[in-house]
């Protein structure tokens, strides 16, 4: 793994991720620093790829065989869920509901050729426009294959192929798909995520419909779930965590028969047991020791001399700290709904593990963090998200991926 400069960008590369639906690369109209980095690459060779798959494969089987170790033990009282939302979740892992994807973050250091998981969102990853989209299409407007470079990103093709092996499961196949409203996601975000993933239900043959969570509607007497246009939705694919549903007002219906009454959910119920950083713990205790795991404890007295403490709800480095003093790194983040919600009681702590820096052209720290994708179990692509310290946040950079 090294990072590469491309110092000659794309002609109208700004106005070309936009029509792609990367319309969030900047936070406003009088922002410069893009998300996306059009100007670097990380490159890794098709052995360390194929080494990445194999980890990233293994890693998903492992957080699956930790949910029965979760259900099993007291570590179930720990993920902040009601009792209700806790038999939701148990119920839909016993139903052996379908699920679709999910994205871990990884620290890979290439010289010492480890691998270590940070955390596993399985309910509501976003990042598909980059990783699926636009690297690709960086990859051939650069026309990097004339020049000996490879890809490796499915990720798209293996949307579409677990959503037609869905198809052929369900008895309707109208899909429907909700996000937040636009004053919760103001950038476009979560709808430009949503609009890759109808497309490739579009093309696996479903018909799909996208709508907002807030127009998603229980019909008391009929108990059935509507959309926006008074249809009935067997099928929902929802970008809103369900730990935030099973608190808001949709809570009380889905324990109360709305949950049941809907034939898919995506991602189902027992995704919570997958997104909640109370995994990284119940994955030390079930493999202490396995060369993927950072050690993770529960208590503020774990004896790590150099740790990061994460909120169990957190993303985009909401609410982390970090206290590494044998590689001089003190952090927090301050400025997100976790810092100012979180409970002592719904943290973890995560032994450090510190990433490599690439160093830029002017002499700039960049810190990478892989982000892999598994769709339906199979790890089918990655992409890189670097900063310029320790917590990877919103001000984080896209970098494209390719193989040599």
């Known amino acids: 793994m090294r990072r590469l400069s491309f110092p000659l960008g794309r002609h109208n590369w700004e106005q070309t991720i936009a029509a792609e639906g990367l319309i969030y690369s900047l936070e406003g109209p009088d922002d410069t620093d893009h998300y996306w980095n059009e100007f670097a690459a990380y490159e890794f060779t098709v052995a360390e790829a194929l080494w990445l798959q194999e980890q990233v494969e293994e890693a998903h089987r492992m957080c699956v065989a930790a949910i029965d170790h979760i259900i099993s033990g007291p570590l179930k009282h720990k993920l902040g869920l009601s009792e209700a939302a806790l038999k939701l979740a148990i119920d839909s892992w016993r139903w052996h509901e379908y699920d679709f994807y999910g994205r871990f973050d990884f620290v890979y250091n290439p010289e010492t050729h480890t691998l270590k998981i940070l955390e596993y ?8 426009v980059e990783a699926a989209v636009s690297q690709s299409t960086w990859f051939k407007d650069q026309r990097l294959d004339l020049r000996g470079f490879k890809e490796w990103n499915d990720l798209g093709n293996a949307f579409v192929a677990r959503w037609a092996q869905i198809r052929q499961r369900v008895k309707h196949p109208v899909l429907h798909l909700a996000c937040v409203n636009e004053e919760i996601d103001e950038l476009g975000e979560d709808l430009e995520n949503l609009k890759v993933v109808a497309h490739a239900a579009h ?10 969570i807030d127009d998603l509607y229980w019909d008391a007497d009929r108990r059935i779930w509507l959309d926006d246009r008074d249809r009935q939705v067997h099928n929902l694919f929802k970008l809103y965590p369900w730990e935030d549903m099973v608190e808001d007002a949709y809570g ?3 324990f109360e028969g709305g949950y049941a009454a809907m034939e898919n959910w995506f991602e189902p119920a027992w995704k919570m047991f997958l997104s909640n950083k109370v995994l990284m713990v119940a994955l030390w205790e079930l493999f ?11 208590s503020a007295h774990h004896g790590f001399t150099d740790w990061v403490k994460k909120p169990i709800f957190g993303r985009e480095g909401d609410g982390i700290v970090v206290q590494a003093p044998t590689y001089g790194v003190q952090a927090a983040h301050t400025d997100g709904y976790m810092t100012e919600t979180a409970a002592e009681h719904e943290y973890i702590y995560q032994q450090y593990v510190q990433p490599p820096n690439f160093t830029g052209d002017a002499g700039e720290p ?7 994708w598994v769709v339906g179990g199979r790890a089918v692509g990655f992409g890189v998200r670097e900063s310029d310290g320790a917590i990877t946040d919103g001000y984080c950079r896209f970098v494209p991926t390719v193989l040599r």
């Open 121 to 128: 969102n399985a309910d509501t990853p976003t990042g598909l």
């Open 203 to 212: 093309m696996a043959g479903w018909e799909t419909h996208i709508m907002r």
């Open 288 to 298: 202490p020791g396995h060369p993927l795991l950072l050690p993770a404890s529960l």
């Open 366 to 372: 960049n810190y990478p963090v892989i982000g892999a």
């Open 252 to 254: 009380q219906v889905l």
